[in-house]
């Protein structure tokens, strides 16, 4: 499977190389990141009120201080719905003050049998 030279291409290809079945439905993480609480809280607030299906999470970064709202998504992560949802989702940071800070997925999901734990470490390269 050929995957576009962008950081989305080389995610998308790092999951599939690591045995995850990029056709099924996964929860896909969206991040959006804001300074400010209010500004945080009024995003979270609007996308409750949109057609949005998805889960919403908003937590505070105790490293860098700053809100992060966490929006999961149930997609089938393709390249080209994957860049319309990020590109949507910033649009929407925006328009609050926010911007985006990438997408992942949990490393073990149904159909991803690869993954029995989470042994992620943090780098400085790292966008959550």
């Known amino acids: ?33 804001f300074e400010d609480q209010r500004d945080a809280e009024s995003a979270i607030e609007e996308l409750g009120k949109s057609d949005l299906e998805g889960e919403i999470e908003l937590l505070l970064n105790d490293d860098s201080g700053k809100w992060e709202l966490i929006v999961c998504l149930n997609m089938i992560p393709a390249y080209d719905t994957i860049v319309e949802q990020e590109l949507s989702l910033h649009e929407f940071a925006q328009e609050f003050g926010g911007v985006t800070d990438g997408w992942g997925v949990m490393q073990h999901q149904e159909g991803d049998d690869e993954f029995a734990e989470d042994d992620h470490e943090c780098s400085d390269d790292c966008k959550h």
């Not at 190389?17 to 959006?32: P, R, T, W």
Request: aromatic share 10%; no cysteine; charged share 25%.
């Open 1 to 33: 499977m050929q995957f576009p030279d962008d950081d989305n291409g080389k995610m998308l290809e790092a999951m599939a190389n690591a045995g995850i079945d990029l056709s099924v439905a996964l929860d896909v993480d969206f991040f959006l990141v």
